[in-house]
């Protein structure tokens, strides 16, 4: 595979040193609008323990004569889960309209400089719903192009999610990639 002279790598690295920059900077933003509160620390850790007592509560192995409580119990836990997770994500509200608003803008600004500029070159042509994105506002026919909102939205949704997980902004739940499977 040649190198194509039309690709510049420093446009398609500004573009991922942008990506990763806003995610770190939405992620500080949130930290400190929303993770250092008490409340949300203590809705966060109810939501833990919820999610905690849920698998022990599924994982019980009841006689016939008691399934019908346990069933109960498992449906009450449920509920508050889901209420207490339902608090959890409005204590984020606000800071989320206000990080939105600055991605919003700055993906306009970043999108304007790169306007018509082939930022990547994928060794795949996407199917006709992807590449929508990965050629939005690129020239020509060539759908391996690859234009600068694709990798944006790409490495903004691996790093902050990863930043999430890593420093623990987001509630542990039986399935939390960071932390290794409990086999019995």
């Not at 905690?52 to 008691?66: F, G």
């Not at 109960?72 to 409005?90: H, P, R, Y």
């Not at 999430?164 to 019995?184: H, L, V």
Request: proline share 4%.
């Amino acid at each position: 595979m040649g190198y194509d002279s039309d690709i510049s790598l420093i446009d398609t690295l500004s573009v991922m040193a942008a990506a990763i920059f806003t995610a770190v900077l939405a992620e500080g933003l949130s930290w400190a609008l929303i993770y250092r509160t008490e409340d949300y620390k203590q809705i966060k850790k109810s939501v833990e323990a919820l999610s905690k007592q849920l698998e022990r509560e599924k994982e019980k192995v009841v006689t016939a004569s008691k399934q019908k409580s346990q069933e109960k119990k498992i449906s009450k836990t449920d509920t508050m889960l889901k209420n207490t997770s339902q608090q959890l994500n409005a204590s984020k509200m606000k800071s989320t309209m206000i990080i939105a608003l600055f991605m919003i803008a700055f993906m306009s600004t970043l999108s304007s400089t790169y306007h018509g500029v082939v930022v990547a070159k994928l060794p795949f042509s996407p199917f006709s719903m992807l590449q929508n994105i990965t050629h939005r506002n690129l020239p020509g026919d060539d759908s391996t192009d690859c234009s600068m909102i694709f990798i944006y939205l790409l490495m903004s949704f691996i790093v902050r999610n990863n930043i999430q997980k890593f420093f623990g902004f987001t509630p542990r739940t039986p399935f939390n990639m960071w932390e290794p499977p409990n086999y019995k």
